[in-house]
């Protein structure tokens, strides 16, 4: 009776291999005491033990990220510290603000028509009749950013004429308990701040709203 | 026929008698940059944009001009001489004239300096301006222009978001003083009431005092704008053009049957717009608001699924309803009772065809009516007549009049008379069978509901909700012109094709092939699948595609439906 060669339940045979025959090492008396070897790895072990434990206690520990990883400890304890991301990472998206706290956005569409995830759905709205602004701006009554379908590919940060939008906020996406908590809106939106703590955007439109805004009267006595 | 040829760029164009070198051009597909001018407009030149360089006949010096130069190896200004351009717009053709445009130097230096000139106080809020995207001044910048700004002044500003009238605003700053919607108004809707103050940097555009925007062709003002100064209040930051597709359609607002782009978003189905499509032939380059704003109607007040006794029911379930309450009509011819069952009589059955249905539809009811049910009497629903503007508008606000008459005549049916009849009739008890379409009648509905209420059946194809889908037995839900292609004849006898543009909401069908899945439902053997069919029994003379149909914008040609 032959064993099918496509059977799974045992190993096909190797082809041979040309095999070098390994001579053992010379075992010394000393290393078959065990003892003394045991005690010389367990001194290493305990030497790295307590000057470690005193790096700790005098806060003496080199940085693993900054300073160099030759010797000392070289974990991270995430997230009491983290590796730095570089200055150009893609974190969460912000909306900026003008200095009178209005959103930058006036919902020109160009991000969301920029985005490859389509994750960014925007409402464009007038503004009310009489505000200083309406005429000159809209505002995005809606801005959702989907921030699960996000790829973070920062074409959205591209294409916005207002520097309206940005992604430096230094933050990823954070694992919550819920996917809805993954749905940015505006106020979410508008209360990130960038990795420097600022809210300070450039801007060359110099909006009603911003103090760099020449403000000419507009208004027209005969119309 | 052509009276001559000019050359532009060495290309041979052929002209008319009293063409501009820009209407020649235009007619041959050549673009020449401009603003100001427009195909069904005055030419005032006064946007500079479509300067040409008109070559000098045979044996003649060039027309120069001597102009100062800054000359930097000399540290002094030298005289120089310069070609005098001419704008496309007022030079006529005469025969063997050569022009050049996209060819000269010079011409390409002064669609330069122009465009230069009239972005000079423009506040570049593309991104806030609904104009974006379709907008001449950001594709003539990128054609002819491509360099910053560089004026380094604060921009002259200048009054915004003025409302014109019930359907526009206005936008001064954008504004580059074509003209173009003055001139809307005062040869198109012979209302002039806008007009141009003040000059240079400060000038604009306003309404006569005491007066608003409110003629019915102030859309046609927007549509004209070349950059955003004029916004629709309707379209105004609704949408984003690139998002929007167009299909190609007629308009339902009137017997003139304007053709029309339907503009929608594919994303979410939605018209967002008319813009008129160009046809000389019926309605030039416009249209009028009461038509530009009856765009909503392809999705508002739909009858999107079957009623059976007013209950929404599914389609299956409503054909099957509405077979077995028109049961009768499927022994009709025979005299003697089938099974023990009466056979309806035909003189009793009323047929009510809609002038606001497509041919198409119209005609696969009649058919049905008169192949199966041997009908007589033929009604006709219609909206109700409204005011004519003398311009475009008529007082029949029905797309398809002619198109029921036609029906009518092709299969041997006397004129479909009006609704109101057709009412008395079911009061005296005339009639106890009707099968309808549409919905939207010209008589009282109050009245309709009570005497309709009566019949033994009624069944009804509806696009939109309405007297008759209410009160009829089983209404089954029809696509609106958006939805289906179809065939209307206007006023003037042109038969005219609308695409299908928008997808069919809910259970929505074209009328016709409810009424073919009616008439299988009731055990008559009709063998069309597509509309082509029906045309082919109403239209039999061979179509000829390039001028029969109103779908190509070029080809305002065509033929007059031979009655």
Not at chain 2, 306 to 315: K, M, P, S, T, Y
Not at chain 2, 514 to 542: C, E, M, N, T, Y
Request: net charge negative.
């Amino acid at each position: 009776m032959t064993v099918s060669q496509t059977s799974w339940t045992k190993p096909a045979p190797r082809s041979p291999v040309p095999t070098k025959v390994i001579a053992r090492p010379n075992r010394t008396p000393q290393v078959q005491a065990y003892v003394p070897e045991w005690l010389k790895g367990t001194a290493v072990t305990m030497r790295h033990f307590f000057e470690n434990t005193k790096e700790r206690m005098l806060g003496q520990k080199r940085d693993p990220v900054l300073e160099n990883f030759e010797g000392g400890i070289t974990t991270i304890e995430y997230p009491e510290e983290r590796r730095p991301y570089p200055d150009r990472f893609r974190g969460l998206h912000r909306l900026t603000m003008r200095d009178d706290g209005s959103p930058r956005c006036v919902a020109c569409l160009c991000c969301s028509t920029a985005c490859p995830a389509q994750c960014i759905h925007i409402e464009p709205a007038e503004y009310a009749e009489g505000d200083e602004r309406r005429g000159y701006e809209r505002y995005p009554s809606v801005f959702v950013i989907d921030e699960l379908r996000c790829v973070f590919c920062g074409f959205c940060v591209e294409a916005c004429p207002c520097d309206a939008i940005r992604m430096d906020t230094g933050m990823h996406p954070a694992a919550y308990d819920s996917r809805d908590q993954f749905i940015y809106d505006s106020p979410i939106l508008l209360s990130m701040v960038g990795r420097d703590g600022s809210r300070k955007t450039e801007n060359a439109r110099h909006e009603p709203g911003d103090s760099t805004h020449p403000g000419v009267t507009r208004k027209h006595e005969a119309h | 026929m052509a009276d001559g040829t000019i050359k532009i760029d060495g290309r041979t164009v052929p002209f008319e008698k009293g063409d501009t070198v820009i209407k020649a051009a235009y007619k041959a597909g050549v673009d020449i940059p401009h603003y100001c001018w427009h195909p069904g407009l005055s030419a005032p030149a006064n946007c500079r944009m479509c300067l040409v360089d008109v070559e000098p006949p045979p044996g003649r010096p060039k027309m120069q001009l001597d102009v100062l130069r800054w000359d930097a190896g000399k540290n002094d200004y030298i005289t120089v001489k310069k070609t005098k351009l001419i704008p496309a717009c007022q030079q006529a053709c005469s025969d063997g004239m050569s022009v050049l445009s996209d060819t000269s130097e010079e011409v390409a230096v002064a669609r330069k300096e122009v465009q230069e000139l009239l972005l000079l106080n423009h506040p570049v809020d593309c991104p806030i301006c609904d104009q974006a995207g379709e907008c001449d001044l950001q594709d003539y910048w990128l054609e002819h222009d491509r360099t910053k700004k560089r004026m380094m002044d604060e921009p002259v500003h200048k009054p915004k978001a003025i409302v014109f009238g019930e359907t526009i605003v206005y936008d001064a700053e954008r504004c580059i003083m074509c003209t173009r919607c003055i001139r809307v108004s005062e040869e198109l809707a012979k209302d002039p009431v806008l007009d141009m103050r003040q000059r240079g940097n400060r000038n604009e555009v306003f309404v006569a005092p005491g007066r608003e925007l409110d003629h019915n062709y102030s859309l046609m003002t927007e549509h004209v704008c070349p950059v955003g100064a004029l916004t629709s209040s309707h379209f105004r930051f609704k949408a984003r053009v690139w998002f929007l597709r167009s299909g190609r359609t007629v308009c339902q607002g009137c017997a003139t049957g304007c053709n029309a782009h339907l503009d929608f978003d594919p994303r979410d189905n939605t018209p967002y717009r008319y813009r008129p499509r160009d046809n000389e032939a019926v309605n030039g380059y416009w249209m009028c608001d009461k038509g530009m704003l009856s765009y909503p109607e392809a999705h508002e007040g739909r009858l999107e699924n079957a009623l059976v006794g007013g209950e929404d029911a599914a389609l299956k379930e409503a054909l099957e309803q509405a077979a077995e309450k028109l049961s009768a009509l499927r022994s009709l011819r025979k005299t003697a009772s089938i099974n023990g069952e009466e056979g309806a009589e035909p003189s009793r059955i009323a047929i009510v065809l809609s002038a606001q249905h497509s041919c198409e539809d119209n005609f696969a009811l009649a058919y049905v009516a008169k192949e199966f049910f041997g009908a007589k009497d033929l009604f006709v629903a219609r909206r109700a007549d409204g005011e004519a503007d003398g311009i475009l508008m008529v007082a029949d606000r029905n797309p398809n009049t002619a198109g029921v008459s036609l029906v009518a005549e092709t299969l041997g049916f006397a004129t479909p008379r009006p609704f109101a009849t057709l009412i008395e009739g079911v009061a005296q008890g005339r009639y106890d069978h009707v099968v309808s379409l549409g919905g939207e009648v010209d008589v009282d509905a109050n009245k309709a509901k009570d005497k309709l209420s009566r019949l033994k059946a009624f069944v009804s194809f509806a696009t939109h909700e309405g007297t008759l889908p209410q009160v009829a037995h089983v209404a089954l839900p029809a696509t609106s012109w958006a939805e289906a292609a179809g065939t209307y004849i206007n006023k003037q006898g042109l038969r005219q094709e609308a695409e299908q543009v928008l997808a069919p909401r809910g259970d929505a069908h074209p009328a016709w092939q409810l009424v073919v899945a009616l008439a299988r439902q009731l055990g008559f053997a009709l063998s069309w699948k597509k509309r082509a069919d029906i045309l082919a029994l109403l239209f039999p003379a061979p179509s000829d595609d390039a001028g029969a149909h109103a779908v190509s914008q070029n080809a305002p040609a065509q033929l007059e439906v031979q009655p």
